[in-house]
């Protein structure tokens, strides 16, 4: 399929990447045209603006957008709104907020032109790994839209079928589903990250726990001295703690057990606080979700060990650094 692709930070680019290796025709644009430059080599075509994306496009038209959330998104899609056609499609693929996704859903719809919002989860490994899309919008565009998300989406690999599914292979199973009409998508994206805030803090804690046992403040008796790398290791093994969060802490302990190079300063991406705020609009306890963010924006302001892990985690699967 042709498919225009804005923005070129670290998903973006590798998602262009995986889209040229499935087949696709690929245009690509930046605000820096530089971060073009390798994928133009690896046959993908520039466009200098976004009215050379429009022209670049074939009818019907499909431009998937992986900018900043926020007013970066907001420009764009408007920006395209005011370019496209009728028959057209828009993909916010970042970390809108779906009530945002609503809005700009019923602005494009007056004009004809449909638009999905994929929430988008894989970081800086999805080239390879691929991405798992939770996608939002009209059912017949997500139709022929599918190839596209095949593509992008890890597909079966070596994942055991879940007991009781038979027959043939559902969307999920290939890693993306369409959850519902405009904003579902990006609803089970902010979910989905809040979710992980709390499982990432559970693993901080305990191995902030195993870690401070060695200090003189707990009886002599089982004042040990654990090796919270191997720990990590073999958790990976048979462990119903498994994950590929614990396998990305386990790389981090290894290659520096005292996770020295690491301030412990937690950043909070948006969907965690939108994900808390919602089960608050919904009247639905969640507690560990919400005492997650909170000890994230605790961390800003003294450091333990717990955050330190945070934040390994966090570059080691997203590529998160931590500010200067």
């Known amino acids: 399929m042709q498919i225009a692709l804005i923005g070129l930070g670290r998903m973006g680019a590798n998602m262009a990447r995986r889209l040229l290796r499935g087949g696709h025709d690929v245009v690509v644009h930046d605000r820096d045209m530089a971060a073009a430059d390798p994928l133009v080599k690896e046959g993908?075509?520039?466009?200098?603006?976004?009215?050379?994306?429009?022209?670049m496009l074939e009818a019907p038209r499909t431009v998937w957008v992986m900018v900043p959330s926020g007013d970066p998104t907001e420009a764009t899609v408007s920006a395209l709104g005011e370019r496209l056609a009728a028959g057209d499609a828009v993909i916010d693929g970042g970390n809108s907020y779906f009530k945002d996704d609503i809005r700009r859903g019923q602005a494009l719809a007056a004009r004809g032109i449909a638009y999905l919002d994929a929430g988008t989860s894989g970081g800086v490994w999805g080239l390879d790994r691929g991405y798992c899309l939770m996608v939002g919008g009209p059912k017949d565009q997500v139709e022929r839209l599918a190839p596209i998300f095949r593509t992008l989406a890890p597909g079966v690999g070596d994942v055991a079928r879940t007991p009781g599914r038979d027959g043939d292979l559902a969307q999920a199973e290939e890693g993306w589903l369409h959850c519902g009409p405009v904003g579902a998508g990006h609803f089970v994206k902010m979910v989905h990250n809040g979710i992980e805030y709390g499982l990432m803090q559970a693993y901080a804690e305990g191995f902030d726990l195993m870690r401070s046992v060695r200090s003189e403040q707990v009886p002599e008796e089982w004042r040990y001295e654990l090796d919270t790398a191997a720990i990590a290791e073999v958790w990976r093994r048979g462990s119903v703690v498994t994950s590929w969060l614990l396998d990305l802490t386990a790389q981090a302990l290894i290659e520096q057990p005292d996770l020295d190079r690491y301030?412990?300063?937690?950043?909070?991406?948006?969907?965690?606080?939108?994900?808390?705020?919602?089960?608050?609009?919904?009247?639905?306890?969640?507690?560990?979700?919400?005492?997650?963010?909170?000890?994230?924006?605790?961390?800003?302001?003294q450091a333990t060990f717990a955050d330190k892990v945070l934040s390994a985690m966090r570059e080691k699967f997203g590529g998160h650094r931590e500010p200067k």
Request: no cysteine; aromatic share 8%.
């Open 44 to 55: 993908a075509r520039a466009a200098a603006s976004l009215d050379e994306v429009v022209t």
């Open 263 to 301: 301030s412990g300063f937690v950043n909070d991406s948006g969907e965690g606080r939108w994900t808390v705020q919602t089960a608050v609009e919904a009247a639905v306890p969640a507690p560990v979700l919400t005492t997650a963010l909170f000890t994230r924006f605790r961390s800003r302001q």
